[in-house]
């Protein structure tokens, strides 16, 4: 077909005019229009945009929902440039389309042009939508099969939602060569303009999101394998997904909300942060194979969460609920019964409004697939929220260091988008090695640091609240994986006891306090625990993997392989040369033994303060380790021994599951004697921590 002529364009940066054929999308309810049309490299590189190349990239507030773009890989941008746009090769190279989303800038709505059409030819078949013109061949008013595409350049973004590698390899390609005819190659793009004028259905206001994450999805998910962290933020119908992206908050930017209340003690965000979910900038959800937390500005990472959830769910008794996968494959060994087993542990299971039970009875009779729906896992996500969002928020936030990290980020004002970017920008040029991926980086780094120079911010006021936070970090344990692990582990540990009535008459605590959220009570009990026992030395070395017992006897140090490490046999290896962290899962649970022991030590001092004095819990201690012990009626006074009974392993002889029985069966002589020792020593420690003032 003819292009349309056009006049003098009004102001403002327009594309030429596109060729396209139009064909939509049609299988469901949802229908979706798409234009495909073909763009020399040139053209790609000039017109097309990734998420990157937004000079807002760096200070825009961005949802959670907008983060499914996916970060640049600039080591596998290289590797397609070699190994697709080599002219040097001889073999045929083809690159596959690119699918692009033309979306308006809403910022200029009020102030968007259009391009313009003259040819009357096409005046009555043109079809504006903002700043995109869309010209089409009609038959009896139905849009045919050609037509053209033009949009402003200044006023939309054509973001790429698949193909972004490929994009920035076209891109760096023609800035290789600039003057090669190569550069007049062309590649297939598909453009999408989400809008009802164009043929889009079932569409409402704030649609668009959605439409692009869905999308996104479909395009990627069966291409090239998404990592866990990508289907965390994207997968709308995974509960486990649903579940962790319910635990932190939907933008970078926190701030308060107009709210009075302040459960935690810090000011509620607009976006529940601080009271049932953590502030997304808290949360590292860059990384791809990243869980890791004990270096940079974050207090978890999206993987840590993703294990949080999965941990919490299966606490003993009520508050158990089993995982659910999204869907049933009903060619497995009675699937049905097992979804069904699965779902009936949670409440929602018993809400007709969701017409689940119905649903899944009617794919049971067909012996059909079974899938959840979105709403259903929001049911679910709701629901774990309701139950544990409070409790990890306020764990992961009050306990010692975390808080520490919290009151030098919220100090520093670095609660922000801008410092997020920054950090991750900065991330990427010191994890490359390869000089050319780390110019690439280095560009956008630079890109970064002006945004920042342009909003007033200082470099050095990051650098320093980075290296502060860096200090805070050093050696803590609670900073490493399986020790985050193990203090989650405790908090369910302990809601599995069920003695939150026993517990709240000691304590003179009021369950009002806790908003119905019992599990709560938990979180505040172990963190003021472990706040109140590291309030000075030597409580505050006690969470440090390098702490020591300071004064072991002479003839002691004297055994073979002994270990005067604190953590040694727990959280720690047994190497009496070096406290290096264990991250096994047996690791984590002997060090939730000790946590649990760290914290009954500190409310049995706390709750029986008129009567306890330092030698008479030590000698409570020597009286259990020699199993002569009596338990009474004082508070915690059973929990405490229960708790000394299973750190030395004085009632058992199972190696792995006692700290110090297994730290013993690395010494030369491992005798009950031994064992006895090394648990009297450490927890002499804690007692020492709980008298200190």
């Excluded at 260091?401 to 801008?418: E, N």
Aim: aromatic share 10%.
């Amino acid at each position: 077909m003819n292009k349309p002529k056009s006049t003098t364009q009004p102001a403002g940066t327009f594309t030429d005019y596109l060729t396209v054929q139009f064909g939509a999308f049609n299988v469901s309810k949802h229908r979706v229009p798409y234009m495909t049309s073909n763009l020399t490299f040139r053209q790609v590189a000039e017109w097309l945009s990734l998420v990157t190349d937004d000079p807002k990239y760096a200070r825009q507030d961005w949802n959670l929902d907008e983060l499914f773009q996916r970060d640049i890989d600039y080591a596998r941008v290289k590797k397609m440039v070699n190994q697709y746009l080599n002219p040097s090769i001889e073999r045929w190279q083809f690159f596959n389309s690119i699918t692009v989303v033309l979306i308006p800038d809403d910022e200029k709505k009020d102030k968007f042009i259009a391009p313009t059409v003259t040819d009357n030819a096409y005046e009555e078949n043109r079809l504006s939508i903002g700043p995109i013109l869309i010209t089409a061949e009609r038959e009896n008013h139905e849009i045919t099969t050609f037509g053209t595409l033009c949009w402003n350049r200044d006023q939309v973004a054509a973001v790429a939602i698949d193909g972004q590698h490929r994009l920035a390899a076209i891109k760096q390609f023609v800035d290789l060569h600039k003057k090669d005819k190569s550069s007049e190659s062309s590649v297939s793009v598909i453009f999408i303009v989400i809008d009802e004028k164009l043929g889009f259905t079932n569409l409402t206001k704030d649609d668009r999101l959605k439409v692009m994450r869905s999308l996104f999805i479909d395009l990627n998910k069966h291409a090239v394998p998404v990592s866990r962290i990508r289907n965390l933020l994207l997968d709308d119908n995974d509960p486990l997904s649903r579940c962790v992206r319910g635990l932190i908050s939907q933008q970078l930017q926190y701030a308060p909300a107009d709210r009075k209340d302040a459960p935690l003690g810090i000011k509620v965000g607009k976006y529940d942060e601080f009271d049932v979910r953590l502030p997304l900038v808290m949360v590292d959800w860059h990384g791809d194979s990243k869980s890791k937390i004990d270096t940079g500005p974050y207090i978890a990472s999206l993987l840590s969460l993703d294990w949080t959830v999965q941990a919490l769910l299966d606490t003993k008794g009520v508050l158990r609920r089993k995982v659910v996968p999204s869907s049933i494959n009903p060619d497995e060994e009675d699937p049905y019964k097992n979804f069904i087993n699965q779902l009936s542990s949670w409440n929602v299971w018993n809400d007709q409004t969701l017409a689940l039970k119905t649903r899944l009875k009617d794919a049971e009779a067909g012996q059909r697939g079974f899938n959840l729906t979105a709403e259903d896992a929001e049911a679910l996500s709701l629901e774990f929220q309701q139950l544990w969002g409070r409790p990890i928020t306020r764990l992961l936030t009050s306990l010692p260091g975390y808080s520490d990290v919290l009151k030098i980020r919220m100090a520093k004002k670095t609660l922000c988008p801008q410092f997020s970017q920054w950090y991750q920008a900065k991330s990427l040029v010191e994890s490359n090695k390869s000089s050319s991926v780390k110019q690439l980086h280095l560009e956008r780094y630079q890109r970064v640091l002006e945004e920042l120079q342009a909003h007033g911010i200082h470099l050095s006021d990051y650098e320093e609240c980075l290296g502060a936070i860096e200090e805070i970090k050093k050696d803590k344990i609670l900073f490493f994986l399986v020790g985050q692990r193990a203090i989650i582990r405790c908090m369910a540990e302990l809601a599995g006891m069920q003695e939150l009535n026993q517990w709240v008459g000691i304590l003179k605590w009021k369950i009002a306090d806790f908003k119905g959220c019992q599990q709560d009570f938990y979180a505040k009990f172990l963190s003021d625990a472990m706040s109140g026992i590291c309030v000075s030395d030597p409580g505050i070395k006690l969470l440090t993997r390098d702490c020591a017992i300071q004064h072991a006897p002479r003839n002691r140090k004297k055994i073979k392989n002994y270990s005067k490490y604190f953590w040694a046999g727990s959280l720690t290896s047994r190497d009496p040369a070096e406290p290096n962290i264990d991250y096994s899962k047996v690791a984590m649970e002997r060090g939730t033994i000790l946590m649990l022991l760290i914290c009954f030590c500190y409310w049995f001092v706390k709750a029986n303060a008129a009567t306890v004095t330092k030698d008479s819990m030590l000698k409570l201690v020597d009286d259990v380790l020699d199993q002569k012990y009596q338990v009474g009626q004082l508070g915690f006074e059973k929990q405490l021994v229960d708790a000394i009974g299973k750190f030395s392993g004085v009632n058992s002889q199972n190696g792995d599951s006692s700290p110090m029985r297994f730290l013993a069966n690395y010494l030369e002589d491992a005798t009950d004697t031994e064992v006895k020792l090394l648990a009297r020593e450490r927890i002499a420690l804690i007692v020492e921590a709980a008298f200190t003032k």
